[in-house]
Every structure is written in structure tokens, then in C-alpha cells.
């Protein structure tokens, strides 16, 4: 017979396995930033010691900041990994909008915090820098330009901090090796194939190499043409960039809306590396034209150099629209994916949802698909089915300092207006 010890052992060891077969959980969704106007592409980081901070552009009025323009760009920080949140801070008054919301907490010390947006016409790409959590900031303007710039990318290491941005066909990345206070810009796409670029993400491994991602339409084809996705690395300080093709999409469909953009659900590319240094990309892409895009996953273990064949990440029926993919990294082998897709759509209405899953293993298996976003009574966009509209170009993730991951997105009526961000964690 068996002692009551290893009874003992043997029933906890059973536990255990129960626990760590369980479902991933998720709180419901929750509301974040202010309550009026709307708020749309978030940006979210979180830092060692249990902070959480969503950057956002507000469109609306800023209580007590006359001087503020439309969209203000608000900080909503949390000090308890996402219990409660402090009210919503304005970074930098301006007399121009601000748009395009970056965050990033340095992962050499999960301390210092970093914020980038574009103003004056979005022909400046300003950065600001915390030491003390978020109390108290530096701002430096770190490219200035004649010219209208679109989608900054900000990834961070120690003193090394890049912010990639992207005008027309051109991709640059303004590098800095003094923890923001110089910056060199250097254009990064000189070789690769003419069209219309957008950047999606950028990232720092561990051994200070950098990385861009970024998704570029034909010339001739426009948002009815094809789509190159490309990553490239800078081994030295951001200068010079090797360029590697990920993958080609067709042209995605257009919107319902009239109002949004042709290219606005066409393909996208998310980019991050873990502790140890392996490169994971998440992207939508399409195999048809004007057909629906899918969500695909790969991962590098030697900087880019090589690829593994991308795979699926997702439970839809074939022919389901995907769009808008997020992707974080943590501890050696922990990858976690987001994105939102229209399953759940018929024939007359679009019902949009924010779904994730996670990997332990660098995305060799994967956990259970989680739909995270839920029904909210009060709002005409949000019904039991889904959104009705993803409200903003992308969205984030972060990783506590308890393993919990952080969702912050958008959800809208349509392109235009009304439209909120909204919170949940989990893991």
C-alpha cells in the first residue's frame, strides 16, 4: 500500500497538472482614458514593479488644458498591474495634433519609460523619457522634418533607442546610443522594391542588434495591388540595415465604411524577441486578391538570417477577415499573440473581436484561443456578438511583472466616430 505521503504527493502532483491544463483566463473588458470624445490606437508597456501605462490619442476636449489641440496625446497609468488607473495626464501641450502613440519600458532595467509621437503636422517625432515612473519627463525632439511622416516604430535597449518612421515609399530610423538625447536618422529601404511603406513594429535583442518590420505597397498597384512585408536588422548602432522578404500578400478587401481608408484592413507585420534573443513575427496576409487576410506567426533563431515556415495561429473558418496583429515577448521561449478578426459576422452586420494565445515554447505549440473582448451594455457599438468596428490602425500587449498579460485596443461604430479603448489581462 501506498503511504499517506506519497498519497500526498501524488495528489498534488495531480493538481498541479490540473492547474497548468486549465484555461487561460482573462478579466472582462474594462474602459480606459476618458469618457469623452473618442480614443483610438492605444499603445501599452509595463515595467518591473507592477506598473502598467496606455498612450493614446484623445479626439475631444481635455478638461483644464486649453492650449491643447485635437487629438491630445493622454498618458492612463496604473500602479496596481491594471486594478485601478490614475486619471489621464497630458504629455506635452501643443499647438499642432498628436498622433500615433509608442511605448516602451527598457527591458535592461524594466524602469525607464519612453513615449513617442508625431506632431506639427506630424512633421516632428518628439520623445519623451521617465526615469522615476512616469512622474516627471524629458522631451527631445528627435526628428524634425519638412515633410507629413506617418507611423513611428519605438523599440529600446540601455542607451541604445531607435525610432523608425516611415515617409511614402521611404523608411528611416532615427538611432540614438545615448539613451535619447542625440539622434543620427538614416534611411533603412534603399534596396528593397518601390511602393508605399508602412512600418509596424521595431525591437532590441539582448545583444543590441535592432530590428524594423514593415509592410510596403505596390507603386503600381497601390491598395489594390500587392503587398511586400519585409524585416530588417542593423548589427551596428542603425547603421547600415540588411533587408530580408518575409512574405507577399494580395490586396486585401476594402471597407464597408466609406470612410476608411482602402489599405486600412490590408496587411500588417508585428515584431518583438524574447530574453535569449529569437525573433517572432505576427502578420496578416491574403493569398487572393481583395480576399480576406489571415494571421500567421514564424520565429528566427539566428537574427533574421532564417525563418521557419509561417503557421497559422488562429481557430476561424477559411474566408473569416483578420486584421491588426500584436505580438509580445517575454522570458526565453514566452510569445504572445493578439489580433482581431470577423467570425462572428453575418451577412448584414460586422461583429469584430479582439482574440489572443500564448506559447511557452516559442511558438512550437500553442495555448487556447481566447476571445478577450466581451459584451459591454451602454455602448450602440458593442452587441453580445462582437464591435462593430476596430477603432484604430493596431493595439498592444505588455507583460507584468507577474507574468499577466496586459490587452489594450480599440472598438468603434465605424472609422470615424464614436469609438474607446478599453483594457483586459489575463494569461
Not at 499642432?96 to 524602469?111: K, L, M, N, T
Not at 551596428?236 to 522578404?245: C, E, N
Request: aromatic share 12%; net charge neutral; proline share 5%.
Amino acid at each position: 500500500m501506498r503511504s499517506a505521503s506519497s498519497k500526498l504527493v501524488v495528489l498534488l502532483f495531480a493538481l498541479a497538472s490540473l492547474a497548468w491544463a486549465a484555461s487561460p483566463q482573462f478579466s472582462g473588458q474594462e474602459r480606459v482614458g476618458l469618457t469623452t470624445g473618442d480614443q483610438w490606437e492605444p499603445a501599452v508597456a509595463a515595467d518591473g514593479s507592477g506598473r502598467v501605462y496606455v498612450l493614446y490619442p484623445h479626439y475631444g476636449r481635455v478638461p483644464d488644458c486649453k492650449g491643447c489641440r485635437v487629438p491630445t496625446m493622454l498618458l492612463v497609468a496604473s500602479n496596481d498591474n491594471g486594478k485601478t488607473w490614475q486619471p489621464p495626464r497630458v504629455m506635452l501641450e501643443s499647438g499642432s495634433g498628436q498622433f500615433d502613440a509608442q511605448i516602451a519600458v527598457d527591458p535592461a532595467d524594466r524602469r525607464t519609460v519612453y513615449v513617442a509621437w508625431l506632431q506639427n503636422g506630424k512633421c516632428a517625432v518628439m520623445l519623451a523619457k521617465s526615469v522615476d515612473f512616469g512622474a516627471t519627463w524629458v522631451f527631445t525632439l528627435a526628428v524634425r522634418g519638412d515633410v507629413e511622416l506617418d507611423k513611428p516604430a519605438l523599440a529600446v535597449r540601455g542607451q541604445s533607442v531607435y525610432l523608425a518612421f516611415n515617409h511614402e515609399e521611404e523608411v528611416w530610423v532615427a538611432a540614438s546610443q545615448d539613451g535619447g538625447r542625440s539622434f543620427i536618422s538614416t534611411r533603412v529601404n534603399i534596396q528593397s522594391r518601390p511602393g508605399w511603406s508602412l512600418l509596424g513594429a521595431a525591437t532590441v535583442d539582448p545583444a543590441g542588434a535592432a530590428y524594423l518590420a514593415w509592410a510596403s505597397y505596390s507603386k503600381a498597384g497601390g491598395a489594390r495591388g500587392a503587398v511586400t512585408l519585409y524585416v530588417a536588422k542593423s548589427a551596428d548602432a542603425g547603421r547600415p540595415w540588411s533587408t530580408t522578404l518575409l512574405d507577399v500578400s494580395a490586396a486585401a478587401p476594402g471597407c464597408k465604411d466609406a470612410d476608411c481608408g482602402e489599405a486600412y484592413l490590408g496587411a500588417q507585420v508585428s515584431l518583438t524577441s524574447d530574453a535569449a534573443g529569437t525573433l517572432y513575427v505576427l502578420w496578416s496576409a491574403g493569398s487572393a486578391p481583395l480576399g480576406p487576410q489571415r494571421i500567421y506567426f514564424s520565429s528566427s533563431t539566428n537574427g533574421g538570417e532564417n525563418w521557419l515556415p509561417r503557421v497559422s495561429v488562429f481557430y476561424a473558418e477559411p474566408g473569416v477577415e483578420h486584421a491588426f496583429p500584436a505580438i509580445v515577448a517575454g522570458n526565453t521561449g514566452d510569445v504572445r499573440v493578439a489580433w482581431m478578426d470577423a467570425r462572428n459576422s453575418s451577412r448584414n452586420t460586422s461583429h469584430w473581436n479582439t482574440y489572443y494565445r500564448s506559447s511557452s515554447n516559442g511558438g512550437a505549440t500553442w495555448g487556447e484561443e481566447i476571445r478577450v473582448s466581451g459584451y459591454v451594455p451602454g455602448y450602440r457599438y458593442i452587441g453580445k456578438e462582437g464591435f462593430h468596428f476596430p477603432f484604430g490602425d493596431y493595439f498592444g500587449l505588455a507583460i507584468d511583472n507577474h507574468g499577466d498579460t496586459h490587452v489594450v485596443w480599440g472598438e468603434g461604430l465605424n472609422y470615424q466616430s464614436p469609438g474607446s479603448i478599453w483594457h483586459a489581462s489575463g494569461r
